[in-house]
C-alpha cells in the first residue's frame, strides 16, 4: 500500500481481535507493518508479590492473538512487554521503527497519551480514552502498579504501622488479661 507506515500497537487488556483488525484498518494513512506490544497487565498483590508469570504469559498470548489475526493482512510481529506501558513502548522502539503508536485495548489509562507523548510520534486511540481520574486515585494507581518513586518507603511505612498496631493490640490484651487475672 502506497503512503503507509509502520505502526507499534500497545495492546492493553483483551480486545477481540476483529476489533484490532477493524480499527487499524481505519486509519488514515494505512499500514504497512505492525509490531504489537502488549504489556503484562500485573495486579498490585501479584506485583507486591513479584508474581509476574501469569500475567507475561496472558500477555503473549494477546500477542499472539493479534499475530494470527494480522498476519493475512499486513506483516505483523509482536512481543509481550514490562507490565509498565511506557516503558513497554520505549523497549519496542530500540527495534521497531513506529511512526505512529496506536493505543488499543479497555485497560488504557487515560493519562497514557501524555506519557507517551514524550517519544514524539503522534497516538491514535482505538477506543476512546476512559474518563480522567481523581489525582488521589491516580496517586493511588501508581502506588499499587510500583510506578510511583515514593512505594517502597510507602509500603516500608504501611507494613511497619500495621506491624505497630498488632504490637499495641496485643499488650493490650496481654494487659487485659493481666488485669482479669489480678495480676494488676
Known sequence: MAGGRDVLVLLLGDLPPAELRTGLSRLPAGVDRVHVVAPALVGALDWLAT?????QRQAEVRVLEAEWTLSDWRAVDGE??????VQAVEDALR???AELIVIAGPAADPDLDAELA???????????????????SRALRGLATGRSEVTPFVLFLGVNGVLALVAGLL???ALLVLWLLGGL
Open 95 to 97: 527495534g521497531f521503527a
Open 51 to 55: 508474581a509476574e508469570d501469569r500475567a
Open 171 to 173: 499488650s493490650l490484651l
Open 118 to 136: 514524550r517519544f514524539g510520534l503522534p497516538l491514535v486511540r482505538l477506543q476512546p480514552a476512559p474518563a480522567r481520574r481523581s489525582a488521589f
Open 80 to 85: 509481550a512487554g514490562d507490565a509498565d506501558p
